[in-house]
C-alpha cells in the first residue's frame, strides 16, 4: 500500500511541476509604467511567453534595445494576437510596466502599432487609467 501511494505520489508531482515552476511577476515595477516609442527589432512568438524586442531612443538618441515580456502565445492569440502583426522595422509605442532593477525590460500593458491599433498584454488594450 505504502509503494502505491509513494508512486501516486510521485506521479502526482511530476505532473503538476510546471505549474509551481511559472515565475512571478516580482521583477517589474506594478504601478509605474513607461511608454516607449521605437522600432520593432524582432517578435518571438514562443512559449511560454511571447517577447517583443524593440529599439528606443534615449535621451542622447543612441538605440536602446528593450525586452518585454508578454502572455503565452495561446492566451495572446485569443485575445486578438497574431504571430505576423508585429514585424521588424515596424513603428510601434508601448507601455510597460519597468523592471524593478533598472534594466531596459519590462512587462507588456499595451502596444500600439502605427495604425492606431493597440493590443494589451493578451487582449484588446485596457482602459485608460483616470487622472
Known amino acids: 500500500m505504502k509503494t502505491r501511494l509513494a508512486a501516486l505520489s510521485l506521479a502526482l508531482a511530476a505532473i503538476t511541476a510546471p505549474a509551481f515552476a511559472h ?4 521583477m517589474f515595477e506594478p504601478v509605474k509604467e513607461v511608454t516607449l516609442k521605437g522600432v520593432i ?3 518571438q512568438w514562443t512559449n511560454p511567453h511571447a517577447w517583443i524586442q524593440v529599439n528606443v531612443p ?4 543612441k538605440l536602446v534595445e528593450w525586452s518585454i515580456e508578454c502572455a503565452s502565445p495561446n492566451t495572446m492569440s485569443r485575445g486578438g494576437w497574431k504571430k505576423s502583426i508585429l514585424k521588424p522595422g515596424d513603428q510601434v509605442t508601448i507601455v510597460t510596466h519597468p523592471m524593478k532593477d533598472g534594466t ?8 500600439t502599432l502605427a495604425d492606431g491599433t493597440t493590443l ?12
Do not use: R, T
Open 41 to 43: 527589432k524582432e517578435f
Open 58 to 61: 534615449d535621451a542622447s538618441g
Open 104 to 111: 531596459s525590460a519590462g512587462s507588456l500593458v499595451s502596444v
Open 120 to 131: 494589451g498584454f493578451a487582449g484588446p488594450a485596457p482602459a485608460p487609467k483616470p487622472q
Open 23 to 26: 515565475h512571478s511577476g516580482a
